[in-house]
């Protein structure tokens, strides 16, 4: 009986100092620790940093920068051929070279355009490209007008293209804030 006693006071003890060699925040940190393994270990691999993330916008930015200076070059170069037309609807008497001297300025806009078009052109643009479209479609009216025109040519003709090269003045200042707005959501100056 006294062997099964000393087993059993033995057995107690060992067991009663094995609980008492952890402390209660090694066992906390252990645990912490194992369940901080046990989630990454199951998720895959780890985050990406900041410096991974900023790789990634750096193209982005380049992209809608690089586009955004494109787009304000040709939005300044166009608004000053538009403006460059206005004179031929306030001379009184309008002549074929007038009218042939306007369509070679709506043919540089047409130029300038088709070069701008084929660009690459980013998804926060498409507002804006949206409403050149709709800006060219009106200089295409004006252009037609203007080639139907002959000598002499009548006031009303006159009047009539002016109402398409206003709207087409219009939807360009309409495409200019379109742009600004992109530029400034984004921070492109």
Do not use: W
């Not at 912490?32 to 046990?38: L, V």
């Not at 380049?62 to 206005?86: K, P």
Request: glycine share 4%; net charge negative.
């Amino acid at each position: 009986m006294k062997k099964k006693h000393v087993f059993i006071l033995f057995g107690t003890s060992l067991i009663l100092a094995s609980c008492g060699a952890d402390s209660e925040a090694d066992i906390v940190g252990d645990v912490e620790a194992q369940q901080f393994r046990a989630h990454y270990q199951n998720d895959g691999p780890a985050p990406p940093s900041i410096r991974d993330q900023n790789k990634q916008r750096v193209p982005r930015y380049t992209a809608l920068q690089s586009y955004a200076d494109e787009a304000g070059h040709y939005i300044s170069d166009t608004a000053t051929l538009l403006e460059e037309i206005a004179p031929f609807f306030d001379q009184p008497h309008v002549q074929s070279a007038d009218v042939d001297n306007t369509l070679s300025k709506i043919k540089n806009i047409r130029d300038k355009s088709s070069e701008f078009i084929d660009l690459n052109r980013p998804e926060p643009f498409d507002s804006m490209h949206h409403v050149h479209i709709s800006t060219l479609m009106e200089l295409d009216a004006l252009e037609r007008i203007l080639k139907d025109m002959k000598d002499p040519v009548h006031h009303l003709q006159v009047t009539n293209a002016r109402v398409y090269y206003e709207n087409a003045i219009l939807s360009h200042k309409l495409m200019e804030r379109e742009f600004l707005s992109v530029t400034e959501d984004f921070g492109i100056h």
